[in-house]
């Protein structure tokens, strides 16, 4: 059974960091884009990160760019997501998610195959 796994939110005050992991485990990972959605309170889930499995390349929301590095750890197959200069507006459910036939590093949902539960990020003014 495929399951992923997040964890690493909490609260934290603007201008602060936070490291998120997606912990994968049920299949093999190592051709899949991993992505990290988010979704605040009354919006939509929107895309963050994504990253190749195969080659760590990776693509950024504008949004995070700058801020945000998505990167993993083949031995632990984990993904994580270091958070940096957080500000209000980060504040959300932050999901991972598993493509497992990519095309490209895609940011839209559909594309993705697996889902985590989510892990709450709440950036405090």
């Known amino acids: 059974q495929v399951q992923l796994v997040e964890s690493g939110g909490g609260l934290v005050q603007a201008g602060g960091s936070l490291r998120l992991s997606c912990a994968a485990s049920?299949?093999?990972?190592?051709?899949?884009?991993m992505g990290w959605f988010r979704q605040a309170p009354g919006k939509e889930r929107e895309f963050a990160a994504a990253i190749r499995w195969s080659d760590s390349s990776t693509y950024y929301a504008d949004s995070v760019k700058g801020r945000f590095t998505i990167f993993r750890d083949n031995a632990k197959s984990t993904v994580y997501l270091q958070m940096n200069s957080l500000k209000p507006e980060d504040t959300a459910v932050y999901y991972c998610a598993a493509d497992q036939r990519p095309r490209t590093l895609s940011m839209r949902e559909y594309e993705y195959d697996y889902w985590g539960q989510g892990t709450q990020v709440t950036v405090s003014s």
């Open positions: 049920g299949r093999t990972f190592s051709r899949d884009v």
